[in-house]
């Protein structure tokens, strides 16, 4: 089996690269290498006989996203510009490349014959619904179009709308995956990153970490191991064709205890406590919270087999750990690697 992951330089596409590598997989990465790392394929490309490609592209180049698709047999969609900040601060690059990027290669996969395609989405899908735990038919709840906190998770739907015509005016094969809050190693730690490793990167530089709003806040937090787990279910499982599924944990933690629980793992207890921001200090004026945000995974567990296995101490564990191992992952994005070393791993 060949497959395409987009996106395949980033956190989550990394890790499931890895793993469908080491399963035996032809995986052919695609990523435009603006914000994904080389080095978080390093390890694979390391690997003697590893069937692994990696080709630089564009979501918004259809001729580029043409080319990549030719050949595969599934296409895992993970490419797209996430981060909360990054929907504040330049919604339109998140709409333009997660609306039209996704068009492109749902375009391209129906002229290529690809057998499946697995959208990676996301639980900003719920928008402000407070009806927990979210079952995948829930009501998505959002606010002003004013409010630019909201574009990414319209671009998504729009991208699930999407998939749902492909799927019934042409009969291309597609799952759709409600990613909640993952995290792990080699998730950035920049401002632009998610709120663990932001966390982690604060306490390790010996930082409070900044929590912001009151704190109360409640999400649940996936290791990145069970969500690679229930994306490879779901190519895996033919019942899951034409159905979105909420992939997380079900164990809700507030933002105050996530903090205080890093602190703790980090054996920082003595030195630091977390310290108290306003949502408009670092978002700008155009922010919206979101109190709770909890998934029903019955479905996951009843069609895919999805059972989420690390407990958030476990994860926790393992990650501040690893980027005890990688300091220099703590550092905000720097630009890749130099001009030779990207040609010389792209002709691996």
């Known amino acids: 089996m060949k497959v395409l992951v987009t996106g395949g330089l980033g956190f989550i596409g990394s890790h499931l690269c890895k793993q469908l590598v080491d399963q035996g997989v032809h995986v052919r990465c695609f990523d435009n290498l603006l914000r994904g790392r080389l080095a978080n394929v390093s390890e694979i490309m390391k690997q003697p006989n590893a ?5 630089k592209g564009d979501l918004l180049n259809s001729d580029e996203v043409m080319k990549a698709v030719t050949d595969v047999d ?12 990054h929907y504040v601060e330049n919604p339109l ?7 039209l990027g996704t068009h492109n290669l749902l375009e391209a996969a129906r002229k290529k014959d690809v057998s499946k395609v697995i959208l990676a989405s996301t639980s900003e899908i719920y928008g402000k619904n407070i009806d927990m735990p979210l079952k995948e038919e829930a009501e998505r709840i959002l606010g002003a179009t004013s409010f630019d906190r909201w574009c990414y998770s319209t671009s998504k739907a729009l991208d699930e709308h999407t998939c749902y015509a492909y799927y019934r005016q042409y009969g291309l094969k597609i ?12 998730q950035e ?13 604060s306490i390790l530089t010996d930082q409070p970490p900044q929590v912001h709003g009151d704190g109360k806040q409640t999400r649940t937090f996936t ?40 602190i703790r793992l980090a054996g920082k207890e003595d030195r630091l406590s977390p310290i108290f921001i306003p949502y408009e200090e670092f978002y700008g004026p155009f922010y919206e919270d979101v109190k709770r945000r909890v ?54």
């Open 51 to 55: 069937s692994f490609e990696l080709v």
């Open 74 to 85: 599934v296409v895992y969609h993970l490419g797209a510009i996430v981060g909360v900040k």
């Open 93 to 99: 690059k998140v709409i333009e490349v997660n609306v």
């Open 175 to 186: 799952v759709i995956l409600r990613y909640f809050n993952a995290y792990g190693p080699k």
């Open 189 to 201: 730690c920049s401002d632009y990153g998610g709120v663990v490793s932001v966390f982690i990167r």
């Open 223 to 262: 290791y990145v191991d069970d969500i690679i787990n229930g994306t490879i279910l779901a190519a895996e499982e033919n019942a899951a064709v034409g159905e979105t599924f909420n992939l997380g944990s079900d164990k809700e933690t507030s933002i105050i205890e996530l903090s205080e629980l890093i």
């Open 295 to 348: 998934p029903d995974i019955t479905k996951a567990r009843r069609i895919l087999g999805y059972k989420p296995e690390i407990s958030l101490e476990q994860g926790l564990l393992r990650t501040i750990r690893w980027y005890g191992r990688h300091p220099e992952r703590l550092k905000a994005l720097a630009s890749n690697h130099d001009p030779l070393y990207i040609s010389q791993m792209l002709t691996k």
